[in-house]
């Protein structure tokens, strides 16, 4: 955003981001390819995220748009800080937490029980507060009849549905989530979304990753269009929107 803000305002700020990527070859089979490929690296730098500068301000909710493959799962994981830039600085204030990759974190051996313990430990919580909210987590993710059988027999939205309901009831001032809602049935969704709303009333921050244009109108303050890596545009939800779809269609 160019208007500039104070820095107790700020909830993540990334300047000047970089992110390329190692990508290896199969290696050369037969004499043919061996000659076809002399002189050729094992690998090449493929750039994903080139000058990425953005600030997301506390409370604001913001949606990354783009095709696959633009960079907006890899600025997602920037930051979380699962990967870390080639050059430029992400920094985020206040407690984070982060739904990128389903049933991450999660034990497959482990009960559901068992997985909240662990997860909601990563996450920060001691054992008491996790005591005093295992309830309610339980209840939102509605796997009461499955809590304790072992997560490897849960269905991707039952992965979806546990994780969820661990990630909004650690108390975080930041809630990333990449595309994992699309995997629930309509019914946990709109769950999801209504405590998304919830959280927004709260003043906490989101930043998510969505191909559904209607939830990015509904939901969100602000839209950010990610296109081969870089900042194609970056204002008003509707505004974006309206021209991302212009180039799609």
Known sequence: MTKKMKTGDIAIRVNDVDKSFKVYFDKANTLKERLLFLGRNGHENREVLSDISLTIKKGETVALIGVNGSGKSTLLKLMTKIIYPDKGTIETYGKLVSLLELGAGFHPDFSGRENIYFNASIFGLSKK???????????????????????????????????????????ADILLIDEILAVGDQHFQDRCYEKMMDLKRQGKTMVFVTHSMDAVRKYCDRAVWIYQGRIKKDGPTNEVVDEYLKMCS
Do not use: H, Q
């Open 129 to 171: 507060e996790i005591d005093d909210r295992i309830d309610d987590i339980i209840a939102f993710s509605e796997l009461k009849d499955y809590i304790d059988n072992p997560v490897r027999t849960y269905s991707s939205g039952m992965y979806m549905r546990l994780a969820f309901s661990i990630a909004i009831n650690v108390d």
